[in-house]
């Protein structure tokens, strides 16, 4: 049964720093694309980060550039999203994704019809 956990949100204050899993069981990372998206209460899901299969090759939503890492532990089968420098408007619910399609896909915020498993989501609220 394929199936996407997150975890490691929570409450932090601006400036803070949050690092988010991603455990995959079911497949194997290495051989998807896997995504960060959230969303926050009345606003659309973006898209904020992806890494790909092969390379090695990251994608990051422009408000999050600079500030947010992904990275990929294959032997541990899970995906991280390091979030440093965070900001109120960085609150919402994290969700990851896994997809196969070529990382091309993948590479722009608007891209969640091409993934094709979805974890629960973390929330994450950037509060002082």
């Known amino acids: 049964q394929v199936q996407l956990v997150e975890s490691g949100g929570g409450l932090v204050q601006p400036g803070g720093s949050l690092r988010l899993s991603c455990a995959a069981s079911?497949?194997?990372?290495?051989?998807?694309?896997i995504g960060w998206f959230r969303q926050a209460p009345g606003k659309e899901r973006e898209g904020v980060s992806c890494?790909?299969?092969?390379?090695?090759?990251?994608y990051y939503a422009d408000s999050v550039k600079g500030r947010f890492t992904i990275s990929r532990d294959n032997a541990k089968n899970t995906v991280y999203l390091q979030m440093n420098s965070l900001k109120p408007e960085d609150t919402a619910v994290y969700y990851c994704?896994?997809?196969?399609?070529?990382?091309?896909?993948?590479?722009?915020?608007?891209?969640?019809?091409?993934?094709?498993?979805w974890g629960q989501g973390t929330q994450v609220t950037v509060s002082s």
């Open positions: 994704a896994a997809g196969r399609r070529p990382f091309r896909y993948y590479s722009d915020s608007d891209s969640a019809q091409y993934y094709g498993y």
């Open positions: 079911g497949f194997t990372v290495g051989y998807y694309a």
């Open positions: 890494i790909s299969t092969s390379d090695g090759s990251t």
